[in-house]
């Protein structure tokens, strides 16, 4: 259910907000009274939300988001982090050095970049809500994705880690989990590893991206008030811890 004022005069930034996750949430908390900005290499970001052109992976644009999304739309009060890739579909052996550091770059350093600069205008004022996108693979690990894996479990211990260091400043900071979520994200891997993930979902499918924004905007509203450095599955009964 939409709650038309919740972000009424709110400024948030998604990472990632031309596709999957990003996209739908991003829309999600426009159509709830956000002034959005969505930071991805593509500028089809949708009508309501400004786009901000850059790579998560290189600190000094995540900086420079930051920087523009504040002077033209106001302080950063959210920040929602769904940038990622899936990586190949490889057995760890062969992962080499360049696809390990290409996945890490953009799942675990982008989450980082993007967080450390916000939080200072955020603790600054007394208010804000961080919520990074990592993976029930985080939790698990997955086969076929040693990279991946790894990169969500480290958005989860960044999380958890960022939560303690803010926890008295006002600004709270979550993430969540999800099992496998019908994005374009899925293109990147074999059959094989995606029948894996859907297998071990007691719901039989597939959650979606609104399913998932509708979780974010809970998080990175006021009403998330007692709860930081916590991590929120969405799996459709996957998650057993």
């Not at 786009?51 to 739309?73: F, I, K, M, Q, Y």
Request: proline content about 3%; charged content about 20%; glycine content about 10%.
């Amino acid at each position: 259910m939409i709650n038309d004022h919740r972000f009424s005069g709110r400024v948030a930034l998604v990472t990632g907000a031309a596709s999957g996750i990003g996209a739908a949430v991003a829309s999600r908390l426009a159509s709830e009274g956000a002034h959005v900005a969505g930071f991805d290499l593509s500028d089809a970001v949708g009508d309501e939300v400004l786009a901000v052109t850059g790579d998560v992976a290189a600190s000094s644009d995540a900086e420079a988001a930051v920087e523009r999304v504040t002077r033209e739309l106001g302080p950063i009060d959210v920040l929602v982090c769904a940038a990622g890739i899936p990586g190949r579909s490889l057995r760890t052996v062969d992962v080499d050095d360049a696809e390990w550091r290409r996945v890490m770059a953009v799942n675990a350093d982008g989450v980082f970049f993007c967080n450390r600069a916000v939080i200072p205008g955020m603790v600054e004022r007394g208010y804000g809500r961080i919520v990074n996108v990592a993976s029930i693979a985080g939790k698990e690990g997955n086969p076929m994705a040693a990279a991946y894996s790894a990169s969500k479990a480290a958005v989860i211990a960044l999380t958890k880690a960022i939560g303690k260091d803010l926890a008295r400043t006002g600004v709270v900071v979550n993430c969540v989990a999800p099992a496998v979520i019908e994005t374009p994200i899925l293109a990147g891997l074999s059959d094989e590893h995606i029948g894996y993930m859907v297998e071990r979902i007691p719901m039989g499918r597939m959650g979606t991206a609104d399913e998932v924004a509708a979780l974010v905007a809970w998080l990175a509203s006021a009403e998330c008030s007692f709860s930081t450095g916590a991590t929120y599955d969405i799996s459709g009964g996957r998650a057993v811890y």
